[in-house]
């Protein structure tokens, strides 16, 4: 038999957790059809002569839902390895949506997900293809996509399109919730990988208000699983607060009989060592039957932001006069006042009190402060010279407390001065814990969303580079595993994720030696100019999707090669 492709002499890891082995990969017709040896020649062959060969990466949390119709290739996913990607993470996404509501999607997406409005408006236009959550599958697959894409149908577009604005301001009737209901299932059987929802109080929307999922009660979340369970197939994705609701996970999956995967677990979110409470619950949950599990990240969160949109402050009641400000003199009137300067040095230190911002007790104080300490600046075009310092450092130079000293490079520079501040997630030991917990899944690679702030989307290159080769913490057949096969099972991708004669080739070669993801680099090229931070790969050498080979970072489709991405639909949908 002769191959479309071979991949030769290389180590293959198939993601599994199996150990590695030399041997060869045949492919024809998108498919695997020989693994270990591969005798036939083929039209193309590629020498794996000292790389790893591995499934493609399957990244469980991604908000591509409105990328994806300017950018097929779906950056920066592929070139980190990652050829699966599951879309509509949190509840969030861009269909269903009546066309009289979709400039409140599109602001609810650039205030919750940080998605540069003019971006959205000039790619998507006023004549979106789809009005329905299946309509938008099929417009998905008749573009196409560079990489495979699962999509989820989320609590925030459903509750917009039943209720229109009021899915902001109240409570759903009745006939509301089963208008959703309806939605869900239809979305379910058209091949919804997973129903989505947040009611995380960080998740505000347009004009300040909450999101639509935040204003549902637990009788609509109930409701809603069950539409989930009448389809009997799919995940539940549950974007919950700070403190774990672990009963509420447990509602949403015995009213629908499936899985529930919660974001996130993340080291130092509730206090040192608090995570394993959550770990602990977790195991107690999975020996009962009950598969929940709860979503891990291997790099710190860290955002940056300027104070034209300062999102790491929005939770704080201070802050509310800054969100609801029209424009950047009432920002600046704001900044410059005395009073706010006050409070906002007080809350920092933790003795406001005013608000509850540090609710959490002392040690989640201690953490907030932490993050504050390692905060740097990093741009300031009045003072170049202090990019990449520390605000704490700087501050202490020049006699003032860390609040002002930002407020007032901020007002100095017309708020375009940047600062990057770890949240969460930072601290190594509590990090390697709950990797290394058989009962976490890795995700929140957060891919499309928060595009100016963060990009984590590379976290696959990162977790084989720092925590396999720098740290050893696993091995690569563990790592590459968290990556493939473990991701792909929580989420039933069932022909993903593994490296397996007759499954669809989705291969990523790359060099054990060299692989991780680059320092960030802020471009501009998004619609509209609009600015996003990416990192660039090394040490990832091929990636194949459906047989076909993905062309390097940056370079579009070769002429007359056909996207090979697939929308991956549930397996009863077909």
Known sequence: MAYD???????????????????????????????????????RSIDAGGLTVAPGFVDIHTHYDAQVFWDPMLTISPWHGVTSVVMGSCGFGIAPTRPKDRGLILRTLERVEAMPLTALEAALGDDWP????????????????AINVGVMIGHTPTRLYVMG??????????????????????????????????????????????????LAGIDELRALARAVGDVGRGVIHYNGAREPLFDQYLAMHEESGRPVCWTALLAGQLGPGRHRESLQRTRDLLAAGKPIYPQVACR?????????????????????????????????????????????????AGRG???????????????????????????????????????????????????????????????????????????????????????????????GAHLSQLCDACYATHLLGYWVREKGAFSLEQGVHMLTGRTA??????????????????????????????????????????????????????????????????????????????????????
Request: proline residues 8%; hydrophobic residues 40%.
């Open 5 to 43: 492709l071979k991949i030769t002499g290389g180590t293959i890891v198939d993601g599994s957790g199996a150990p590695g082995y030399r041997g060869d990969v045949g492919i024809r017709d998108g498919r695997i059809v020989a693994l270990g040896d591969a005798p036939d020649a083929a039209t």
């Open 489 to 574: 099972e929580i989420f039933g991708i069932a022909d993903r994720g593994l490296l397996k004669t007759g499954r669809p080739a989705d291969v990523v070669v790359f060099d054990p030696a060299t692989v991780g993801a680059g320092p960030l680099e802020r471009v501009y090229d998004l619609p509209a100019g609009a600015d996003r931070l990416i990192s660039r790969p090394s040490g990832i050498h091929t990636v194949v999707v459906n047989g076909t080979v993905l062309p390097p970072p940056g370079e579009p489709m070769p002429a007359g090669t056909k996207l090979p991405g697939q929308v991956l639909r549930s397996a009863a949908a077909g």
């Open 165 to 214: 604005e009021a899915a902001v301001e109240r409570a759903a009737t009745e006939d509301e919730i089963r208008q959703m209901q309806d939605i869900v299932r239809d979305g379910m059987k058209a091949g919804a990988i997973a129903f989505a929802t947040s009611v995380s109080p960080i998740h505000i929307g347009f004009d300040g208000k909450p999101i639509p999922s935040r």
């Open 300 to 348: 710190p969160i860290v955002s940056e932001f300027d104070f034209r949109s300062p999102v790491v402050f929005d939770t704080w009641s201070l802050f509310r006069p800054v969100r609801l400000a029209k424009g950047e003199a009432e920002l600046l009137a704001i900044y410059r006042d005395p009073g706010f300067r006050r409070d906002f040095r007080e809350e920092v």
């Open 353 to 447: 009190g005013r608000d509850g911002d540090f609710s959490g007790g002392r040690d989640e104080g201690e953490m907030r402060r932490a993050s504050w300490r390692l905060t740097e600046i990093s741009y300031c075009e009045p003072h170049p010279e202090l990019v990449g310092r520390r605000v704490e450092e700087v501050a202490a130079e020049r006699g003032l407390p860390p609040t002002d000293l930002i407020l007032d490079l901020a007002v100095e520079s017309n708020l375009r001065t940047r600062f990057r501040m770890p949240l969460v997630n930072f601290q190594e030991d509590e990090v390697q814990e709950l990797l290394s917990d058989p009962n976490t899944v890795v995700g929140l690679g957060d891919g």
């Open 130 to 145: 789809f009005e329905s959550f299946p309509e938008y599958l099929g417009a998905l697959e008749q573009r196409g996509t």
